[in-house]
């Protein structure tokens, strides 16, 4: 007899970019306009606390943001939500490995 296996249907990852300064919000807004239409969204955290945050379209969106968090000095927060009625939860990103250089060793 063959088992019936319930799929779990799949959970969206939603992102979203909050600026913490003027110049980041400019800076966020103009790139993001390139791409899309912005949509501004205000949403809770965990704590309650509001946030307005810009929703982005997909994870891509999130390393153009990190990025230009580098190289303009954009003060930034990004936060992820799994479904579109889940709380917001803020998304840190990992800490870059160091390069190791590997030298041989004859034997």
């Known amino acids: 007899m063959t088992e019936l296996k319930k799929e779990k249907p799949e959970v969206k990852t939603e992102w979203f970019a909050e600026p913490l300064d003027a110049d980041s919000n400019q800076g966020i807004a103009f790139e993001l306009a390139k791409t899309c239409e912005i949509d501004v969204n205000r949403l809770a955290d965990k704590g309650g606390k509001m946030h307005d945050l810009y929703r ?30 889940a709380i917001i939860e803020e998304w840190i990103f990992p ?10 060793v004859k034997v």
């Open 56 to 85: 982005l379209r997909a994870y891509s969106d999130v390393s153009m943001i990190r990025s230009g968090a580098t190289k303009f000095s954009w003060k930034v927060k990004i936060w992820k939500r799994k479904g579109s009625n």
């Open 95 to 104: 800490k870059k490995k160091k390069k190791v250089d590997l030298k041989l």
